[in-house]
């Protein structure tokens, strides 16, 4: 936070916290979303409850659509074409 970043990324914040301190983490978030910084924590599907309250975009990530070098992406047009909108 010292750097003042317009955006932070923060994965499953609350694994393994108390309840109380899920509740903190919440707040903080919301906070930091009023200060005008872009918050995205990812979280795992046994938070959606909170992720529901807390969170203003959703992804679902699952399947692994390419695994390679830039190169190999570089050269695989239909993956491209289709999951990277080029």
Same mark, same amino acid.
């Given at each position: 936070?010292?750097?003042?970043?317009?955006?932070?990324?923060?994965?499953?914040?609350?694994?393994?916290?108390?309840?109380?301190?899920?509740?903190?983490?919440k707040s903080y978030l919301l906070l930091?979303? =009023?200060? @005008?910084?872009?918050?995205?924590? &990812?979280?795992?599907?046994?938070?959606?409850?909170?992720?529901?309250?807390?969170?203003?975009?959703?992804?679902?990530?699952?399947?692994?659509?390419?695994?390679?070098?830039?190169?190999?992406?570089?050269? =695989?047009? @239909?993956?491209?074409?289709?999951? &990277?909108?080029?």
């Amino acid at each position: 936070m010292m750097g003042n970043p317009a955006l932070i990324i923060i994965d499953q914040p609350t694994e393994g916290l108390a309840p109380k301190i899920v509740d903190w983490v919440k707040s903080y978030l919301l906070l930091l979303k =009023q200060k @005008g910084l872009a918050v995205r924590p &990812l979280n795992k599907s046994s938070r959606l409850p909170w992720a529901y309250r807390t969170v203003w975009r959703s992804w679902v990530m699952g399947k692994l659509f390419f695994e390679g070098t830039p190169q190999d992406l570089n050269d =695989q047009e @239909g993956v491209k074409k289709k999951w &990277l909108e080029v």
